[in-house]
């Protein structure tokens, strides 16, 4: 079974800063999907993220990167220039499917804090 | 982009009724859909996976008979929680996959319920 661990329950850091989430999960398969979804107080999980493990190359989006270390498990996310309306729960995700027809499996989640 | 529509986002009702929460997938069809439950400052728990014309695989714990759950159509899956009891309050949540490779997942607003 596939599990997924994020080891920081809360973070805060100072607007336009730059913060690291971090997320390490295991999993005996080759290829997967890993996500990082956002949680606004509205409870509206809101994907920010997605990687491909076959995929050597990190994901970003705009102010969003990942540093996806396979051989390590690790799946961090790092927000830049963060912004008030980043602050919310963030959850790690992984998926084994390619089409969308496994489960997901979280986190336990982050809940980031942005100081004005 | 795909949307999936939960309704109602929030419904209370008396101990001992039943109550039913859809799912809908609105401009694309599903013929996977899952069920989350999220109690408060929690992760995502997966319930069960609901299946287009087949019985919904439930995780393990998850009361099949108490959470009835119906993927009648490619767009609709319903969860019903019978004979609701205080202790089903909590947070509900949907998602849906579009199919398509590359793993497009999207969610629901969310339903809460509350049995007084």
């Known amino acids: 079974a596939q599990t997924v661990t994020q080891s920081q329950p809360e973070m805060s850091v100072q607007e336009a800063e730059t913060v690291t989430l971090s997320c390490t999960y295991d999993?005996?398969?080759?290829?997967?999907?890993l996500f990082w979804y956002k949680q606004p107080p509205s409870r509206q999980m809101i994907l920010v993220i997605r990687?491909?493990?076959?995929?050597?190359q990190n994901a970003t989006e705009n102010r969003f990167s990942v540093n996806f270390q396979k051989a390590a498990k690790s799946f961090s996310l790092k927000i830049s220039d963060s912004q008030l309306g980043d602050t919310a729960m963030y959850f790690c995700?992984?998926?084994?499917?390619?089409?969308?027809?496994?489960?997901?499996?979280f986190g336990t989640g982050t809940r980031l804090t942005i100081i004005p | 982009g795909a949307v999936v529509s939960q309704h109602p986002s929030r419904v209370i009702c008396k101990s001992g009724t039943s109550v039913k929460i859809e799912c809908r997938s609105l401009?694309?069809?599903?013929?996977?859909m899952f069920w989350y439950r999220q109690f408060p400052k929690q992760s995502l728990m997966l319930m069960a996976t609901?299946?287009?014309?087949?019985?919904?695989?439930?995780e393990q714990g998850v009361e099949k008979d108490k959470f009835l759950i119906n993927h009648a159509s490619l767009t609709l899956s319903t969860l019903t929680v019978t004979s609701a009891h205080p202790e089903d309050s909590s947070f509900y949540i949907c998602?849906?996959?579009?199919?398509?490779?590359?793993?497009?997942?999207?969610f629901g607003e969310g339903s809460w319920l509350t049995v007084v």
């Open positions: 999993t005996s398969e080759n290829n997967y999907y």
């Open positions: 401009d694309f069809q599903a013929t996977t």
């Open positions: 609901s299946n287009e014309g087949s019985k919904a695989t439930y």
């Open positions: 998602s849906a996959s579009t199919g398509d490779f590359g793993n497009t997942i999207y």
């Open positions: 995700a992984f998926c084994l499917d390619s089409f969308g027809n496994e489960k997901l499996t």
């Open positions: 990687q491909e493990a076959y995929k050597q």
